[in-house]
């Protein structure tokens, strides 16, 4: 095991965000705590935002040194920092610590980067994005799987690890590990201290409701587990006796040995249904996963804005500023998370207790008609406005990153109206929260002290439900569920003084959640398949976890400690009902680590005799020969274009004539065509034009071949087992290829220059 690198990896996080403490206790002013959680959150972005600007002139190193001047430079002009508040410091880099270690130990003992058989997921695009940073001179690297191009894929949390690996000088194969670590402990970090924060404004316990969302953004799964034990510790024949429960179904012959951690992600038919702790055990460093502290940070933002009374205009517009950097980070980084930096920005303006026309200059204001008290202009005048704040936040945040716009991402359409989703699975992937939800927001809507207003609200309430069930019953189930909630929230926000930014938070999750069930993202190659809507849920429901854990935290430890919380109540009844429903979510979503974690440590690192995070130990005991030839061609200087098996699958081993385009993945030496993604990311005319070329440089005449591979610059031809078992090979004795590497059956020849 790597101590000395955990240790060095975890100081390198923690003085960053050391680094940017003055400049969290100016953004986070207003805020309980002063943005300390926020703190390497910051750090991170301001590397990552300088870094990639930088970095179209001169990446790496000098990249690093820009991002980390900056940083200094912000912090040491604008920072403002408390001595008072270095107890929380200390408890802040504590819960760091714990989160970081956690992953560090579940990655110890699964620290593959590695296809199928010996993992899951899209490692090899994650650590080939990685692998080619490290090697390029500038940005946009270029595109390891298609040689000569530029990526078209958003990259920033890779390039961001590349940075943190040049910082520390660490070898990429534990940089890998070791980046998933910091990004799974800033989020937990984030959330805990929001919070915390909003927990104490309203008088509740603040450690309490931090712990809990803690908990729920790094620790709970959705309620597939708890569903599952329910179902095996029941009397069969009840369970028999339940409608669609028939002999063949998945329940009735599960049992506590057959769990896998898998299962719980697959719940909406057609769709993924991912949360933290079972991406963080799968592994991946992926976008999604590495935008999370950051989405958070946005909310942070929005929260101190909340926070800032109307007449400090300027602070409020500093923060509605600072979102934009933010934002245009979330682009490079996960670009699904982008629109939803803009939408917290927009519900943040039209709710926030000041009043959005005073961030405008006073001659424009003045042209504003004054906000009415109530009533539909008034709605339209503020959401108006907040949509305005959304739309310039985000059009500076993309001007920021305007070369990822022009070379790197790729343009998709949006689809309408997909395949819709089933009322239980949905309870199932979200039930956790929304039984928290529920009582909390519908109990204070109805327990309004304005007496009309409680009325209007119950009229409201029963004109919606009669809506939902209308919704249910043609097929609407997401509607049905979280229609009336939606409304319960918007309403509390509006008539409620106290209202908390917790159901700012719950609102944006329901937005998502209902958006994803009326557009989606179009995959041309998943149309007609019933996976339309795969990767937009996959992605969008990502997003609603992350936003959805800070507020569960809080409504937790309200509904624990309920004064106040709900006024139609009895508070000493409802204090027994709400602690038994929070101990009852807290089992039933903590069940699934329950049983996954003690699975995972129990694992065996391939290529290892002991805990490594070294992660790609298991390429040397699974493929020697193989390893060796990667190791060699890893050795070459530059980017040398190479030519492999195309296309690329999720096995190593050959099935179907798939490779896994391992030689370029593991060392970002770009080849000609590698994974099948690049259909998606090119489109299929280019794609199949290249395929074609492969096949004909391993098996055509030599003139083609000469002809292919000097339009490509190819510098080496691979020859391993995927490409034996896919070509009848011809290039194996074409006059201007010499072996440059030997090792048994794979053999990688240099291409003379004519």
């Known amino acids: 095991m790597e101590y000395g690198l955990v240790a060095l990896w975890l100081v390198a996080y923690l003085s960053i965000g050391a680094l940017s403490l003055p400049l969290a206790g100016t953004a986070f002013s207003t805020v309980r705590g002063r943005g300390v959680a926020f703190a390497i959150p910051i750090g991170l972005v301001t590397i990552t935002a300088v870094g990639y600007i930088v970095g179209h002139l001169a990446f790496g190193l000098p990249a690093l040194l820009a991002g980390l001047a900056v940083l200094a430079v912000l912090s040491v002009r604008f920072g403002n920092f408390e001595r008072r508040l270095w107890r929380y410091v200390v408890e802040i880099a504590v819960v760091f610590a714990v989160a970081f270690l956690f992953v560090v130990s579940l990655r110890a003992v699964s620290p593959a980067i590695a296809p199928l058989p010996i993992a899951a997921g899209e490692k090899f695009l994650d650590y080939g994005l990685?692998?080619?940073?490290?090697?390029?001179?500038?940005?946009?690297?270029?595109?390891?799987?298609?040689?000569?191009?530029?990526?078209?894929?958003?990259?920033?949390?890779?390039?961001?690890?590349?940075?943190?690996?040049?910082?520390?000088?660490?070898?990429?194969?534990?940089?890998?590990?070791?980046?998933?670590?910091?990004?799974?402990?800033?989020?937990?970090?984030?959330?805990?201290?929001?919070?915390?924060?909003?927990?104490?404004?309203?008088?509740?316990?603040?450690?309490?409701?931090?712990?809990?969302?803690?908990?729920?953004?790094?620790?709970?799964?959705?309620?597939?587990?708890?569903?599952?034990?329910?179902?095996?510790?029941?009397?069969?024949?009840?369970?028999?006796?339940?409608?669609?429960?028939?002999?063949?179904?998945?329940?009735?012959?599960?049992?506590?040995?057959?769990?896998?951690?898998?299962?719980?992600?697959?719940?909406?038919?057609?769709?993924?249904?991912?949360?933290?702790?079972?991406?963080?055990?799968?592994?991946?460093?992926?976008?999604?996963?590495?935008?999370?502290?950051?989405?958070?940070?946005?909310?942070?933002?929005?929260?101190?804005?909340?926070?800032?009374?109307?007449?400090?205009?300027?602070?409020?517009?500093?923060?509605?500023?600072?979102?934009?950097?933010?934002?245009?980070?979330?682009?490079?980084?996960?670009?699904?998370?982008?629109?939803?930096?803009?939408?917290?920005?927009?519900?943040?303006?039209?709710?926030?207790?000041?009043?959005?026309?005073?961030?405008?200059?006073?001659?424009?204001?003045?042209?504003?008609?004054?906000?009415?008290?109530?009533?539909?202009?008034?709605?339209?005048?503020?959401?108006?406005?907040?949509?305005?704040?959304?739309?310039?936040?985000?059009?500076?945040?993309?001007?920021?990153?305007?070369?990822?716009?022009?070379?790197?991402?790729?343009?998709?359409?949006?689809?309408?109206?997909?395949?819709?989703?089933?009322?239980?699975?949905?309870?199932?992937?979200?039930?956790?929260?929304?039984?928290?939800?529920?009582?909390?927001?519908?109990?204070?809507?109805?327990?309004?002290?304005?007496?009309?207003?409680?009325?209007?609200?119950?009229?409201?309430?029963?004109?919606?439900?009669?809506?939902?069930?209308?919704?249910?019953?043609?097929?609407?189930?997401?509607?049905?569920?979280?229609?009336?909630?939606?409304?319960?929230?918007?309403?509390?926000?509006?008539?409620?003084a106290d209202a908390g930014f917790e159901t700012l938070l719950v609102i944006a999750g329901l937005g998502l959640g209902l958006i994803v069930e009326l557009a989606y993202v179009v995959e041309p190659q998943q149309q007609g398949t019933g996976l339309e809507r795969l990767n937009t849920v996959f992605k969008v429901y990502s997003q609603v976890w992350i936003l959805w854990a800070p507020a569960a935290g809080v409504v937790a430890s309200r509904l624990f400690d309920p004064a106040g919380a709900l006024e139609a109540v009895d508070t000493p009844r409802w204090r027994w009902a709400g602690t038994a429903l929070v101990g009852i979510v807290i089992v039933a979503t903590g069940l699934y680590a329950g049983f996954a974690v003690p699975a995972h440590l129990g694992d065996e690192p391939v290529g290892s005799d002991g805990a490594t995070l070294d992660g790609t130990a298991y390429v040397d005991a699974r493929y020697p020969e193989e390893a060796a030839a990667i190791a060699w061609l890893d050795g070459r200087e530059g980017r040398p274009t190479i030519v492999t098996a195309a296309p690329g699958g999720y096995r190593w081993e050959p099935t179907d004539g798939e490779g896994a385009a391992a030689p370029a993945s593991l060392t970002g030496v770009p080849t000609v065509l590698g994974w099948m993604h690049e259909e998606q990311y090119r489109g299929s005319d280019p794609y199949e034009t290249r395929l074609e070329d492969v096949t004909a440089i391993y098996e055509g005449g030599p003139d083609r071949q000469s002809e292919l591979l000097d339009r490509y610059g190819v510098e080496y031809v691979y020859v391993g087992p995927a490409e034996r078992a896919r070509y009848d090979l011809t290039v194996e004795s074409h006059p201007r290829l010499e072996p440059a590497f030997e090792g048994g059956e794979t053999v990688v020849y240099a291409v003379r220059r004519e």
Do not use: K
Not at 217 to 239: E, H, K, M, Q, Y
């Open 130 to 496: 990685l692998r080619s940073l490290l090697r390029s001179p500038v940005l946009p690297p270029e595109d390891m799987w298609f040689a000569g191009e530029a990526v078209q894929y958003y990259y920033g949390g890779q390039m961001l690890t590349a940075l943190l690996a040049t910082l520390t000088d660490t070898a990429p194969r534990f940089a890998y590990n070791l980046a998933l670590a910091g990004f799974y402990a800033a989020l937990v970090t984030a959330a805990y201290g929001l919070a915390g924060a909003i927990a104490a404004d309203h008088g509740a316990p603040r450690r309490f409701a931090a712990v809990a969302a803690a908990f729920f953004i790094g620790i709970a799964g959705n309620l597939d587990t708890a569903v599952r034990a329910v179902a095996w510790a029941l009397p069969s024949g009840t369970l028999a006796a339940l409608p669609g429960v028939g002999p063949e179904h998945e329940l009735r012959s599960w049992t506590p040995t057959a769990f896998s951690y898998w299962d719980s992600s697959r719940i909406v038919e057609g769709t993924i249904n991912e949360f933290p702790l079972f991406a963080w055990l799968n592994g991946d460093l992926h976008a999604h996963m590495m935008t999370t502290p950051f989405t958070l940070l946005v909310a942070g933002l929005c929260y101190a804005y909340w926070r800032t009374p109307q007449s400090e205009t300027d602070h409020r517009r500093r923060l509605l500023l600072a979102t934009a950097p933010v934002a245009g980070v979330l682009a490079i980084t996960n670009t699904w998370d982008f629109p939803v930096a803009g939408g917290l920005v927009f519900l943040m303006v039209a709710f926030a207790p000041a009043d959005p026309a005073t961030l405008l200059p006073e001659s424009i204001r003045q042209r504003i008609p004054a906000p009415a008290e109530a009533g539909v202009g008034a709605e339209l005048r503020r959401d108006g406005l907040a949509l305005l704040a959304a739309v310039a936040v985000l059009a500076v945040g993309a001007l920021l990153v305007a070369p990822f716009w022009l070379s790197s991402a790729s343009t998709r359409s949006l689809g309408l109206f997909p395949p819709r989703s089933d009322l239980w699975p949905l309870v199932v992937v979200h039930g956790g929260f929304l039984s928290l939800f529920v009582p909390y927001v519908g109990g204070r809507l109805v327990g309004d002290a304005d007496v009309d207003a409680g009325r209007g609200s119950l009229a409201v309430a029963a004109t919606v439900a009669i809506g939902a069930m209308l919704a249910w019953l043609v097929g609407f189930a997401a509607l049905a569920l979280f229609g009336p909630l939606s409304v319960a929230a918007w309403l509390t926000l509006r008539r409620r």
